[in-house]
């Protein structure tokens, strides 16, 4: 049983939190085109890293599988702030990450504004 993640509400998921995952990306993928009003999208970001490898790669598989179809023409990662995970991706990817996005903050060089850090 695949459920959603934490902070999303269950009333508004773009799929069935039930579906296997890559089916919930499938899913969420025709719900962004619906949304859009579009047939494609310039750039498809991972929003963070799953909680296998294997999982990453099942995500990173669909969205390949999206450039290939001409769905969407760019794919990249976002907050993977774990080297061996954007490494890990890299190295199995026949599409590479086009896009990182992370956000960093030049008082503390990471993810957390200093304030927060002290």
Known sequence: ER???DG??????????LAPLDEQIRQSLTKSF?????S??????????EDT???ILTVWRVFESFVDQ??????GISNFYEPDAVEYLYNQ???KPAVVQNRFYADSDYDTP?????
């Open 70 to 75: 001409g769905k969407v023409r760019q794919i």
């Open 34 to 38: 619906e949304n859009l009003q579009t």
């Open 40 to 49: 494609y999208i310039d750039s498809l970001v991972m929003h963070g890293p």
């Open 93 to 95: 990817a026949r599409i």
């Open 3 to 5: 459920l959603p993640y």
């Open 8 to 17: 999303q509400d269950p009333e508004r998921l773009p799929y069935d939190g």
């Open 114 to 118: 200093s304030a927060m850090v002290e």
């Open 53 to 55: 490898w294997e999982k």
